[in-house]
């Protein structure tokens, strides 16, 4: 389940896309050409490398923050309401992660996409084109909440349901202003407007589980939350909205942005569709259990895939820029470094599951301990191909992603479905055989597309490979002897899993973070020089 819902942050990207051809100026344009061409190259500015770098350390901050108040908080509200409470609220919000994805139709991407500068006239008609979509989800979303309250069986929550659709509402109003931080790589501007986010649904949540509301406290608390963010993104960015259609405007953002839709949207349907099959097949309290499953893989793997993606598709548009090679080495770092991450995290989860699930969230959530497990796999094997998926939007193709994930979906939603009928656990394994072969496909493709050597690839992968072994082969034995829901079990195997990953991690990629740390002191070469786009 991916984390943009519960956390309310953020949504995740399968990228792809086709270029973005520039439209005729037309009455009321800011020039008579079309706005932002003529500031098309990227300023004097330091590398790109240094670049990505600091905008991944301030997301990192602003999501790291956010994630350890929405794990501190999880773990009261779980002292405080019951399973049923947590499944409702997972029910209503996997019907909202379908609206998510969709929530621009793209728009924001192509915005990054073309590398513009300023406020333009496709900006604000992005904006206004943003907020008429965000407010026909919530109508709609409103008027289906009975319908919804009856799919899940509780049909005395519809208000529940209704008041949910505030979230794509608020969330969707701001979706303009963020792509301009993220095309701008303002990436410092976003880090209080996370822990702002943070900050408000604690304040909110917290007192109303107390006083008894239920349920209630958690949406409240999502929802005051997005609003809170929402403002404050206005504030950073402010747009003033143009709402004129304009067809041949609308034509060449929405050409860009619904290839990138639909990825995002079946990527995001396949992402919660199994909370989707056993809400309604296994009940809410199994869904709960399920849910809770997922909130340490979410917090400590999901969450830094999604920081990735938010700073690699601006980083991917601007070596686009700098020529294919520069795209080619930069895929490759970034496919080392996260894939080394996502396998060490998601074996350590794994190999943690018994002792964490019972020391962090209590012994009520003892059925979630084998989800943890599977589903800490599942996000290791989905980290291998993470890297690649926001190359092929930075190349303008993402038909070829949008090619696999058709078929992908419907196999997966098929196995969730017959999974379901047998435990949450089964379903938890179907992610782990999906998310294999998806990333042995993307992958293949991403080297095809880019033209990177399948042994450069391989080598690319190899530290991964070796960090996750050894850390099963130091884990495992170790938690056999250790005793059972302990804290000290827990901080010593955590402990001998973090080194583990440490001292592998750091041999056998050693050069690539050096690399990195070294890239942050390099400056660029004066704009005239850059290469076109390949």
């Not at 899940?152 to 949910?164: H, I, K, M």
Request: charged share 15%; net charge positive; proline share 4%.
């Amino acid at each position: 389940m991916p984390t943009n819902w519960w956390c309310a942050n953020g949504t995740f990207n399968r990228l792809g896309g086709g270029k973005v051809s520039q439209s005729s100026a037309s009455e009321g344009d800011v020039d008579a050409r079309d706005p932002g061409r003529e500031d098309r190259e990227p300023p004097v500015q330091p590398s790109l490398a240094g670049a990505a770098t600091r905008g991944f350390l301030w997301t990192t901050l602003a999501w790291g923050g956010n994630r350890l108040v929405v794990l501190a908080l999880t773990a009261l509200l779980a002292r405080l309401l019951v399973p049923e409470d947590f499944g409702l609220v997972t029910a209503g919000l996997t019907i909202i992660t379908f609206f998510d994805a969709a929530l621009d139709l793209g728009v924001g991407y192509a915005l990054v996409y073309e590398q513009e500068r300023g406020i333009n006239a496709r900006v604000r008609l992005a904006a206004g084109l943003n907020l008429v979509l965000s407010a026909a989800i919530c109508a709609i979303g409103v008027a289906a909440s009975p319908f919804i309250a009856r799919l899940f069986g509780e049909s005395d929550q519809t208000e529940l349901f209704a008041v949910l659709f505030l979230y794509p509402l608020f969330r969707g109003a701001a979706q303009v202003n963020d792509a301009i931080l993220k095309r701008d790589m303002l990436f410092k501007k976003r880090t209080v407007a996370d822990l702002t986010r943070a900050a408000v649904r604690v304040v909110v949540s917290i007192p109303l589980a107390l006083t008894g509301f239920g349920a209630w406290s958690i949406a409240l608390g999502i929802i005051a939350g997005e609003a809170a963010c929402m403002v404050f993104l206005w504030s950073l960015v402010p747009i003033r909205p143009d709402f004129r259609l304009r067809w041949s405007r609308i034509r060449t953002l929405v050409s860009f942005g619904g290839a990138v839709t639909g990825v995002r949207v079946l990527g995001s349907f396949r992402s919660s569709v199994d909370y989707l099959f056993i809400g309604a097949v296994l009940g809410s309290a199994a869904l709960g259990y399920y849910g809770m499953g997922y909130r340490l893989p979410e917090l400590i793997i999901a969450n830094v895939l999604w920081i990735f993606t938010t700073v690699a598709f601006p980083v991917y548009a601007r070596a686009r820029i700098e020529g294919l090679e520069k795209l080619r080495a930069t895929m490759l770092r970034a496919t080392r470094l996260v894939a080394l991450f996502g396998l060490a995290a998601g074996v350590a989860l794994a190999v943690l599951a018994p002792l964490a699930i019972p020391v962090v969230f209590s012994e009520t959530w003892e059925p979630a301990v084998v989800p943890m497990a599977l589903v800490s796999l599942a996000l290791a094997c989905q980290s291998l191909g993470w890297a690649s998926g926001d190359v092929f939007s930075a190349l303008g193709r993402p038909g070829l992603l949008l090619a696999l994930d058709i078929p992908a979906t419907i196999l997966v939603t098929i196995a969730f479905g017959v999974a379901a009928q047998q435990s949450i656990a089964a379903v938890a394994a179907v992610h782990i055989g999906f998310e294999i072969v998806y990333a042995i496909i993307r992958v293949t493709l991403a080297v095809r597309v880019t033209g990177v050597a399948a042994a450069a690839m391989a080598r690319t992968l190899a530290p991964a490979f070796a960090t996750g072994a050894a850390i099963a082969a130091v884990g495992l034995p170790l938690r056999s002897v250790l005793p059972e829901d302990s804290f000290w079990s827990l901080l010593a195997l955590t402990t001998a899993c973090g080194v583990t990953a440490a001292v592998v991690g750091g041999l056998t990629a050693r050069r690539e973070v050096l690399g990195v740390l070294s890239a942050v002191r390099n400056r660029v070469a004066p704009a005239g020089s850059r290469q076109p786009a390949q």
